[in-house]
């Protein structure tokens, strides 16, 4: 059965098992905090950023989950320089123009910070001539840094990032740093293809069937094959035929039997 684990990523951890960086200053990762073998993460969340994180030992789950074709809704807990107003919330909605072209669609409105938000180690920067609010931003798209790119095109850089739900799944009752086991779901879609027969167990068979039939009969089980069966009977008004009469029937049947007549001798 798989196995579906969510995970609160705190700040500053690689959302991988193993660091490829410097070996002098090993970098904190996801082997930091879940010791279970064969999980892998279904979709990335930068190192600067933190919240949920969904890891399955399921291929076909980890695409489910993470392939952009599947259109699967992230929600993320923006905290932004400045104020938004209605037509920065707009364009976040409608689409921003990015460097790899126009973001689409999404969901973007304004909130108060989110109940029992945690600490963040380091803290944010914050300036005290400048402040800050909260934006709830759904996508369904996964660009690199996207969010980042999407709020600094609005004139509102984001000084901190959380991701609060994958699809139905969210952060509810999970502490930073923490993971828990989900009951993994009914991936949609159709069946997994049958396998493919064996066609050389099937050319066997075939083979030895044609063998089997293709023997010619044993003389002593000519009388066994036909014992229990009568011969055809006659037609109760009819007298049976004499062997005569068979022979002339079977000679007149045949025309090309039927003898010519004699010509005359020449005298």
């Given at each position: 059965m798989a196995r579906l684990i969510r995970f609160n990523k705190p700040f500053d951890v690689l959302p991988?098992?193993?660091?490829?960086?410097?070996?002098?200053?090993?970098?904190?990762?996801?082997?930091?905090?879940?010791?279970?073998?064969?999980?892998?993460?279904?979709?990335?969340?930068?190192?600067?950023?933190?919240?949920?994180?969904l890891l399955t030992d399921q291929g076909r789950l980890q695409s489910?989950?993470?392939?952009?074709?599947?259109?699967?809704?992230?929600?993320?807990?923006?905290?932004?320089?400045?104020?938004?107003?209605?037509?920065?919330?707009?364009?976040?909605?409608?689409?921003?123009?990015?460097?790899?072209?126009?973001?689409?669609?999404?969901?973007?409105?304004?909130?108060?910070?989110?109940?029992?938000?945690?600490?963040?180690?380091?803290?944010?920067?914050?300036?005290?001539?400048?402040?800050?609010?909260?934006?709830?931003?759904?996508?369904?798209?996964?660009?690199?840094?996207?969010v980042r790119r999407m709020t600094a095109a609005v004139g509102h850089p984001t000084l901190r990032l959380i991701r609060a739900a994958i699809g139905a799944w969210t952060l509810e009752g999970l502490p930073s740093g923490t993971w828990e086991d989900l009951e993994p779901p009914r991936i949609p879609g159709p069946p997994r293809p049958k396998p493919a027969p064996n066609r050389q167990a099937i050319a066997r068979r075939k083979a030895r069937h044609a063998s089997g039939s293709s023997k010619p009969q044993a003389k002593g089980d000519a009388n066994a094959t036909v014992?229990?069966?009568?011969?055809?009977?006659?037609?109760?008004?009819?007298?049976?035929?004499?062997?005569?009469?068979?022979?002339?029937?079977a000679k007149s049947a045949d025309p090309r039997k039927a003898r010519s007549p004699k010509k005359p001798r020449k005298i």
């Open positions: 991988q098992f193993t660091d490829r960086g410097s070996a002098d200053s090993p970098r904190a990762t996801l082997s930091d905090w879940i010791d279970v073998p064969g999980v892998y993460p279904a979709g990335r969340l930068d190192r600067d950023s933190e919240g949920l994180m489910w989950i993470s392939d952009p074709k599947h259109k699967m809704a992230k929600t993320y807990w923006v905290q932004v320089e400045g104020t938004p107003d209605a037509a920065s919330l707009r364009a976040l909605a409608e689409g921003v123009e990015l460097k790899d072209g126009l973001t689409r669609p999404a969901k973007a409105r304004l909130i108060d910070q989110p109940d029992g938000l945690w600490a963040r180690t380091p803290p944010i920067r914050v300036r005290k001539s400048i402040p800050d609010s909260w934006i709830a931003l759904t996508l369904t798209e996964g660009r690199n840094r996207q014992t229990g069966s009568a011969k055809p009977a006659c037609a109760p008004n009819s007298p049976p035929s004499s062997p005569t009469q068979k022979t002339r029937r």
